[in-house]
């Protein structure tokens, strides 16, 4: 069976001593409950190394928001997977719409990055979403179709296997205007059939589809009550061990 997963993603938010602060208060309210789900958290670079020395990884995964493109070398400024991986952390996001939006990544480098991860036993939460436009020109399933193809299907089934996909309609990132329950299953719905049709029913069964954009406490329950919507990428929430915690518990 999928996993059920919650993951945080902290962006470009807090300083090294407040994710340290913040990764501890959810790694202590994670041992008081029975959590449902696997629960993770993607930090900034400069707080991975840190982050790793506080929390237990039985109960808390520890993720990077994005990897270089290239293994080594004369890429200043840039982070490699095996950097990455030597941290401690397990995961790594891919393809967020904020690196495609605004620092031009490509399906091309995407590919690059995915195999790079995979190949530092990394698993990459890979996003996939429309934005507003598209949606309104019924183009959505499209877009999102055409990011799966372009940026996983030159996987073998087996690496394939080792992804998860999060759905995060750039509309709904940030703005406080969710996907409905239903228009989250459509689409997480559609994007399973994609899978399955590329690499067959059992690999499609077993992939994680995680939905993001403005998911919070009070709409979780709902949007993780839909049968193909496995979980939620968590932006904002994600910022306060409360509200994170409100999310992990709706499973
Ligand atoms: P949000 O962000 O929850 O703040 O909308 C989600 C994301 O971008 O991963």
């Given at each position: ?215 919070k406490p009070s709409n979780a329950k709902a949007l993780f009550a839909k049968p193909d919507v496995d979980g939620g990428l968590i932006g904002g929430a994600a910022l306060e061990a409360e ?9």
């Amino acid at each position: 069976m999928r996993k059920k997963i919650v993951a945080g993603n902290w962006k470009m938010n807090t300083t090294l001593p407040e994710g340290v602060k913040l990764a501890k208060e959810v790694n202590e309210a994670l041992a008081g409950v029975n959590a449902k789900c696997d629960v993770i958290i993607c930090v900034p670079f400069t707080h991975l190394a840190s982050v790793n020395n506080v929390i237990d990884a039985n109960k808390l995964g520890l993720g990077a928001e994005n990897c270089a493109d290239h293994k080594s070398g004369a890429y200043t400024g840039e982070i490699s997977a095996p950097m990455v991986a030597s941290t401690g952390a397990k995961y790594v996001i891919l393809g967020h719409s904020e690196r495609r939006q605004y620092y031009g990544e490509t399906a091309e480098t995407l590919r690059a990055k995915v195999a790079l991860a995979l190949e530092n036993g990394l698993t990459p939460i890979f996003c996939i979403g429309e934005v507003l436009e598209e949606r309104e020109n019924n183009k959505h399933f499209d877009v999102v179709k055409a990011q799966i193809e372009e940026g996983l299907f030159n996987l073998s089934a087996e690496d394939f296997g080792k992804i998860i996909l999060a759905y995060e309609p750039v509309w709904a990132i940030g703005t406080g205007k969710t996907a409905t329950d239903d228009q989250a299953q459509e689409m997480h719905h559609f994007i399973r059939s994609v899978v399955e049709g590329k690499y067959g029913k059992e690999v499609a069964e077993n992939t994680s589809i995680l939905y993001g954009g403005s998911c919070k406490p009070s709409n979780a329950k709902a949007l993780f009550a839909k049968p193909d919507v496995d979980g939620g990428l968590i932006g904002g929430a994600a910022l306060e061990a409360e509200s994170f915690m409100g999310i992990v518990t709706a499973f």
